[in-house]
């Protein structure tokens, strides 16, 4: 459950790396539009995932050319 108000996301840019629009919601959740500003390319709302690359490019191709 998120303990934050979520994002719908629309016609926002970042809206697939932001927290507030990926996180699953819970039965009743709040929800604000995205102040994503076009000008500036910033969100100020914006709540990043944290992903982190399990390995490089560079590793991944090494792998996929070696045992595929």
């Known amino acids: ?3 934050f108000t ?4 629309s016609e926002c840019p970042v809206k697939n790396l932001c ?4 996180a699953a919601p819970d039965l009743v959740q709040p ?4 102040p994503f500003d076009h000008k500036t390319q910033h969100c100020k709302t914006f709540k990043a995932i944290g992903l982190t690359p399990v ?5 991944a191709d090494k792998y996929w050319s070696k045992y595929v």
Do not use: I, L, T, V
């Open 1 to 3: 459950m998120p303990d």
């Open 6 to 9: 979520m994002c719908k996301g």
């Open 19 to 22: 927290h507030r629009y990926r």
């Open 31 to 34: 929800y604000f539009q995205a």
């Open 55 to 59: 390995m490089s490019e560079e590793d």
